[in-house]
C-alpha cells in the first residue's frame, strides 16, 4: 500500500514538472513561428513604379509607402521600369504585381483594372516663331515623338491619322522626353509630341527655358467617339505659365485614363487593400503627389478593355462603410479649410495690431519734431504755430482712436508724449512772454480718452 502510494506521489511530481516544461516549448515555437517562420512567409506585393523622376513614378512610391504603413503584415517593394511596355511584360511574367499603363496601350486578357489614375494628356509643343498654327502644319517638320516602343508612339501616329496628315511627309524622330525637351531648347526639332498629366511640371520648365507654344487638337471629341479609351480634355489658358500665358488660350487636346492594372489572378483581399489606400488615404497620398487628387473609380459600365478587379470591387461595393470612411476627405478638408481661415484670421489681427502701433509712431516721431521746432522758435507767431498743429494732432489721434485705426494702450503712449510736448510749448510761451491761456477744450478732451 506504501509502495503504491510513493508510486502515485511520482506519478504527481513528475506530471507538474513536465506542465512547465510544456509550456516553456510551446512559448519558444511561438516566439520561432512569430520572428521566423511568419515572416518568411509574408506576403510580397511588388509595384512598378515606372521612370524615375517622372509623375507617375511620385505617385506610385507615395501608394506603396502608405500601404506598407497600413498593411505591417505585407512586404512592399516598388522598382522602377523603363515604361508602359516594360509594365507589361513584367506583368505577364509575374516579376511585377501592379503598375500604371494608359487606357490606350494594348494589353493582355489576364490583366484587370484597380482604378483610374489621372488623364494622360496628348502635348504638342512647337516654337512660339515656328510659325506652326495647327496640328496640319506639322507636315514636313521635324517632330520629337515617343519611344518606337511605347504606347504613346502609337497616340502620335493616331493623332496623325485623325487629321489626315500623310505619314510620309511627317519627319518624326523617336527619342525619350528628356531628349525631345533638350532638343526643344536648343532648336533641333521643330515639334514635340508627348503623353503627360495634366498641368505637369516639365512643360512648365521647358517653357521657363524657351519661347513655345502648344497647339489645339481641335478634333478631339472625333477622336474620343473613334476610340473609347480616350477622353477630350482642356488644357486651360495659362496652366504652363502666365506672362506670356501659356498656352494663350483655353486648349482643346485628348487624354487616355492612366489606369492602376494587376493580374486577374492576383489575390483579392491584397488588391482590396491597396484599393483602401488609394481612396480612404487620398489627402496623405496628395500630400506626395498632387496626381492624387485625380484617382477615381473605374466606370464598370463603360466599355472598358479590362474588367475591375474582384478585389477592387469588393471595396467599391462595401456594406454600410463608417460615416469616418465616407467623410473622411471631407472632414480632412473641412479641418484644413478651418486651419487656413483661423491662420488668416490670426495673421490679420497681427497685421492690424502692427498698423495701429505704426500709426502712433508715426504721431510720435511728429511730435518729437514739433517740440524740437518748438525750442528753436524765436517769436511768438511760430510758437503759435507749432502749438495749433499739435492740438490738431490731437483732435486726428482722438478720431482715430474712436474709428479702431489706434488701440487704447497706443492712445496712452501718445498721451504721455503729447503732454510733454504740451508743457515744452507751454514753458516756451513763458520764456518769451507771450503765455495764452490753455486750451481747456483739447486738454479735456485728452482727459476724457484716457480712462
Not at 146 to 153: C, K, L, R, V
Not at 368 to 379: F, G, L, M, Q, W
Request: charged content about 20%.
Amino acid at each position: 500500500m506504501a509502495e503504491k502510494s510513493r508510486d502515485t506521489v511520482n506519478r504527481r511530481a513528475l506530471f507538474m514538472a513536465v506542465i512547465p516544461l510544456a509550456i516553456s516549448v510551446t512559448l519558444l515555437a511561438g516566439v520561432y513561428y512569430h520572428f521566423y517562420l511568419s515572416r518568411s512567409s509574408q506576403q510580397t506585393i511588388t509595384i512598378a513604379t515606372g521612370v524615375p523622376g517622372s509623375a507617375i513614378s511620385e505617385l506610385l512610391e507615395a501608394i506603396a509607402d502608405r500601404l506598407a504603413l497600413e498593411n505591417p503584415d505585407y512586404m512592399v517593394r516598388h522598382i522602377a521600369t523603363s515604361g508602359t511596355e516594360a509594365n507589361i511584360k513584367l506583368l505577364e511574367k509575374g516579376e511585377i504585381d501592379i503598375a500604371a499603363i494608359p487606357s490606350d496601350a494594348i494589353t493582355r486578357p489576364n490583366f484587370a483594372q484597380i482604378a483610374s489614375l489621372y488623364p494622360d494628356t496628348y502635348h504638342i509643343i512647337v516654337h512660339a516663331d515656328s510659325g506652326i498654327d495647327t496640328i496640319h502644319d506639322l507636315a514636313g517638320k521635324k517632330i520629337a515623338v515617343p519611344p518606337q516602343t511605347s504606347s504613346a508612339y502609337r497616340s502620335f501616329w493616331y493623332l496623325i491619322g485623325q487629321y489626315g496628315i500623310n505619314p510620309e511627309v511627317v519627319k518624326a524622330h523617336p527619342m525619350t522626353q528628356a531628349e525631345s525637351f533638350n532638343a526643344m531648347r536648343h532648336k533641333l526639332v521643330d515639334a514635340a509630341f508627348y503623353m503627360e498629366p495634366p498641368a505637369n511640371k516639365r512643360t512648365r520648365w521647358l517653357a521657363e527655358a524657351a519661347r513655345i507654344k502648344i497647339l489645339n487638337i481641335d478634333q478631339a471629341g472625333a477622336m474620343a467617339m473613334r476610340n473609347n479609351a480616350l477622353i477630350p480634355v482642356k488644357i486651360p489658358k495659362g496652366v504652363f505659365g502666365g506672362m506670356p500665358p501659356i498656352p494663350a488660350a483655353d486648349m482643346m487636346s485628348v487624354a487616355a485614363n492612366r489606369i492602376l492594372i494587376t493580374r486577374n489572378d492576383f489575390p483579392d483581399e491584397m488588391i482590396r487593400a491597396v484599393t483602401s489606400v488609394l481612396f480612404d488615404h487620398r489627402r496623405e497620398l496628395s500630400l506626395n503627389s498632387h496626381l492624387a487628387g485625380f484617382i477615381s473609380q473605374p466606370d464598370a459600365r463603360s466599355s472598358n478593355i479590362l474588367a475591375i478587379h474582384p478585389g477592387a470591387q469588393a471595396f467599391f461595393d462595401r456594406d454600410q462603410p463608417s460615416f469616418l470612411q465616407v467623410n473622411a476627405e471631407v472632414i480632412g478638408v473641412l479641418f484644413s479649410i478651418f486651419a487656413v481661415l483661423v491662420s488668416v484670421g490670426l495673421w490679420a489681427k497681427r497685421m492690424w495690431t502692427e498698423r495701429q502701433k505704426g500709426r502712433i509712431d508715426v504721431y510720435n516721431l511728429d511730435l518729437v519734431k514739433i517740440v524740437e521746432n518748438a525750442r528753436s522758435s524765436t517769436t511768438p507767431e511760430q510758437l503759435e504755430q507749432h502749438k495749433k498743429i499739435l492740438l490738431d494732432m490731437l483732435s486726428r489721434v482722438v478720431r482715430d482712436l474712436d474709428e479702431d485705426k489706434i488701440d487704447g494702450e497706443g492712445f496712452h503712449f501718445f498721451a504721455f508724449t503729447w503732454e510733454a510736448a504740451y508743457a515744452v510749448i507751454r514753458g516756451r510761451e513763458r520764456d518769451l512772454g507771450c503765455e495764452t491761456e490753455a486750451s481747456q477744450h483739447h486738454v479735456e478732451l485728452l482727459k476724457q480718452h484716457k480712462k
